[in-house]
C-alpha cells in the first residue's frame, strides 16, 4: 500500500478589471444652479463574485446622492478590492454643467417712426422685458438678433421696411446656452418722410338697438398690425395700411359671456322655439343660436340655462359676441342661417380709404338687447311695478339634524320669471337637495357650487301665476354647526341679478325677508319623486310628523282621478312602490298628497 499526499495552493493575484468610462458630464436642466448628483456605479470583471467598492471625491464618500451641487469639476476616485486582496483605482473627474436655456422675455408689437434720414435705428434693448437664467445673473446675459452672432445688436430700417417685420431676439447664457422669442416691429411713415400714400379703414361696431360696443378687438390679417380696440362708442380706426395689399378685418369680443343674460331670455327662447312668439329680427335669431349649430332648439335652452344657473363658465360652442358685416341683407330674415352671413370684411386691392367698415355686435344668448355694450350704457332690467318678496322662516338647530328651508314668494301675480341666487356658510349647512313646489323642477336649479355655499335658481313658465303668494320650493340641508338662518343664508346679487319678470318682459325687484320661524318638520312633506320622468316604476315618499290618515291622489292633465291610495300611518319616512301600468298612458300627470291640513303637489312624467 503506497499513499501519496499533495497540497495545491491556488493563488489568485490578479486584480479586478474596472471600467469607469461613463460620461463625465452632468447638466442642469432645473430652475436652480445645482442639482442633486449621483455618482454611476463601474463595471468590474473579476473572479470573485464579492468585490467592494471604495467611493472618495470631492463630493464627499460613497455614490450620493449629494444635494445641491453646483455647477464645477469633482475629482473622484474608485477603489475596488476583491477578496484576494487585490485592488484597482480607476480617477475620473466629473463636471456639473449648467444645461438649461435662459428664459428670454420680450417686447412685441413695438413701432419705431422713419427719421428725416429715411431710417431708424432699432436696438435689441429695446425688447428687453426681464429675460432670466437659472445660473447667469441677469446683467451678464447676451442679448441679440442672432444665435451666434452676439455683436448684432442694432438694425437699420428704411422706407423699404415700412409696415410689419419680424425679427428673433436671442438671449444667451455664459454657459452657451441660447433661447430666443420672436417679435414683430412696426415701422411708421406719419411724417410722409417716404413720400407712401398710406391708409386707413375705419369703421362702427354697434349692438341692433344701436349701441356702440366697447373693447372689441378688430384684427386685420395681411398687415400683422397689433389689433385694434373699439373705443367707448364702438369706433376704430386702423391706419397706415400700404395701398394695394389685401386685408382682412376680423372682430372678436369674448369676456362676460353672462353680460345681458338672464332667465327671461329662456322664455323668450322657448316662446320662438314653440311658435307662440318668433323672435322678430335675424339678429336675435342668431343671439338664440347658442350652441353655435345654425339651429334653434331645446338644446339651445339647455346649454343657455346652465351659464345662468352658473353651471358652466362659457358656452362651449360659441363665442360671447358674433358680428355680422353690416351691409348684409339677409335674404329671409326668419332664417337667417339659410345663407351664411359675412362675419368678417374682405378688402382686396385696397386703394382708398375705407370710413364704413361697419359691424352688428350680436351679444349670444341676449334676447332682449339688454346687455351692457359699453361702460354708459345701462347694465341692469328696467324694474318697474311692486317687488317680489322671497320669505324664509328664521329657523334655529342643532347640529346634526335635517334642516328644511320653505322659501315662499309673495306679489307674485303675473309673474312669470324669476332668478336669484343664495349664498349661505357651507361650514354650517351642507346643501342635500332642492324639493321642487307645484311650478317647479330639479333643472330650475343649481347645485354645482353647493360646496362653496352658493346657490342658483332660474324659474320660468309660459303661464304667468294667477296666485298672490305660494311656495316656491324648499332647500333641505344637515346642520354641521349649531346655528340660526339668518345668520346664514342671504341673496348674492353679486353671483347673479335678483330678478322678477312679468310675462311683458318688465324686470321687478326682488326682496329678501324673514318671518318668525314655525317648525316645517312638523308639518306632512310629500318628498321628491324618483325617477322623474319614469317608465316602469317609480316611489311616492313622504314624512309624517306625527300618525295620522294620509291620500295620495294622482289626476291627469284635465283633472281626471287615475289612481288613489288611502291609509292611516305611522310619524316617519314612508316610501309607496308604484307601477307605471297603474297609470294609462304616458304624459303629464300631477300627485296630490293630503294629510292633516297640508296639501302637496309633485308633478310627475311618464314616458314610454
Known amino acids: 500500500l503506497w499513499e501519496y499526499q499533495q497540497t495545491i495552493k491556488v493563488v489568485d493575484n490578479t486584480p479586478p478589471e474596472v471600467e469607469c468610462d461613463f460620461s463625465p458630464f452632468v447638466k442642469l436642466t432645473e430652475p436652480f444652479c445645482y442639482d442633486t448628483v449621483t455618482l454611476p456605479y463601474p463595471m468590474i470583471t473579476d473572479c470573485s463574485p464579492e468585490v467592494e467598492v471604495f467611493v472618495q471625491s470631492d463630493l464627499g464618500q460613497g455614490f450620493g446622492p449629494f444635494l445641491e451641487v453646483p ?67 441677469s446683467e451678464d446675459l447676451i442679448r441679440s438678433f442672432s444665435q451666434y452672432d452676439y455683436t448684432d445688436t442694432v438694425r437699420f430700417y428704411t422706407c423699404d421696411e415700412i409696415g410689419p417685420n419680424t425679427l428673433e431676439f436671442w438671449v444667451t447664457d455664459e454657459a452657451g446656452n441660447a433661447d430666443f422669442c420672436e417679435i ?86 322657448t316662446k320662438h322655439i314653440l311658435g307662440v312668439q318668433p323672435l322678430d329680427s335675424p339678429y336675435k335669431i342668431i343671439a338664440a343660436d347658442v350652441n353655435h349649430s345654425e339651429t334653434i332648439t331645446t ?93 324664509a322662516p328664521d329657523l334655529s338647530w342643532r347640529a346634526g339634524e335635517t334642516v328644511i328651508v320653505p322659501l315662499r314668494g309673495s306679489e307674485l301675480q303675473e309673474l312669470s320669471a324669476y332668478q336669484f341666487a343664495l349664498r349661505f356658510d357651507p361650514a354650517v349647512l351642507w346643501l342635500q337637495e332642492v ?82 320661524a314655525t317648525d316645517e318638520s312638523e308639518q306632512p312633506l310629500l318628498l321628491p319623486v324618483r325617477p322623474n320622468p319614469f317608465r316602469d316604476q317609480l316611489e311616492l315618499q313622504f314624512l309624517l310628523p306625527a300618525p295620522m290618515p294620509v291620500s295620495l291622489t294622482i289626476t291627469d292633465l284635465s283633472g281626471k282621478v287615475v289612481w288613489q291610495w288611502r291609509g292611516e300611518q305611522a310619524a316617519g319616512h314612508h316610501r309607496i312602490a308604484l307601477s307605471g301600468d297603474e297609470l294609462p298612458d304616458a304624459g303629464i300627470y300631477f300627485c296630490r298628497m293630503e294629510a292633516g291640513e297640508v296639501s302637496n303637489v309633485q308633478r310627475l312624467v311618464r314616458i314610454k
Open 71 to 137: 455647477l464645477g469639476a469633482y475629482d473622484v476616485s474608485y477603489t475596488v478590492v476583491d477578496n484576494c486582496g487585490n485592488s484597482t483605482i480607476c480617477e475620473f473627474t466629473l463636471q456639473v454643467l449648467d444645461g438649461k436655456k435662459p428664459s428670454p422675455v420680450c417686447v412685441n408689437g413695438i413701432v419705431a417712426e422713419v427719421m428725416q434720414t429715411g431710417m431708424v435705428p432699432i436696438w435689441v434693448s429695446m425688447f428687453e422685458a426681464g429675460s432670466f437664467d437659472n445660473c447667469t445673473a
Open 184 to 269: 414683430t416691429i412696426f415701422i411708421q411713415d406719419n411724417m410722409n418722410v417716404c413720400n407712401l400714400d398710406l391708409l386707413s379703414v375705419a369703421g362702427l361696431v354697434q349692438t341692433e338697438e344701436i349701441e356702440g360696443v366697447a373693447g372689441v378687438e378688430v384684427n386685420v390679417s395681411g398687415n400683422q398690425a397689433p389689433p385694434y380696440l373699439t373705443l367707448a362708442d364702438g369706433v376704430y380706426a386702423i391706419s397706415n395700411l400700404p395701398p394695394g395689399g389685401d386685408y382682412t378685418l376680423v372682430p372678436s369680443k369674448t369676456d362676460d359671456p353672462v353680460n345681458g343674460v338672464t332667465t327671461y331670455d329662456l322664455a323668450l327662447l
Open 299 to 391: 338644446l339651445d335652452v339647455v346649454e343657455l340655462r346652465k351659464l345662468i344657473l352658473l353651471l358652466v363658465d362659457d358656452f362651449p360652442n360659441n363665442t360671447s359676441w358674433r358680428f355680422v358685416d353690416a351691409a348684409f341683407i339677409f335674404p329671409d330674415p326668419a332664417d337667417p342661417f339659410a345663407t351664411p352671413f359675412p362675419e368678417v370684411l374682405n378688402f382686396n386691392n385696397l386703394s382708398a380709404d375705407v370710413s364704413n367698415a361697419d359691424f352688428v355686435a350680436v351679444k349670444v344668448g341676449d334676447l332682449n338687447g339688454n346687455a351692457q355694450a359699453n361702460a354708459s350704457a345701462s347694465a341692469e332690467d328696467r324694474q318697474s311695478g311692486t317687488p317680489l318678496l322671497l320669505t
Open 435 to 516: 324639493l321642487p313646489g307645484q311650478r317647479s323642477a330639479a333643472e330650475d336649479f343649481g347645485l354645482a357650487r353647493a360646496d362653496e355655499g352658493l346657490f342658483t335658481a332660474s324659474w320660468f313658465d309660459l303661464a304667468p301665476f294667477n296666485v298672490q303668494e305660494a311656495d316656491l320650493f324648499r332647500l333641505r340641508f344637515t346642520a354641521l354647526q349649531d346655528g340660526r338662518l339668518s345668520d346664514l343664508l342671504r341673496l348674492d346679487r353679486t353671483a347673479m341679478p335678483a330678478l322678477g319678470y312679468a310675462g311683458s318682459g318688465m324686470a321687478r325687484e326682488v326682496e329678501w325677508h324673514f318671518s318668525a
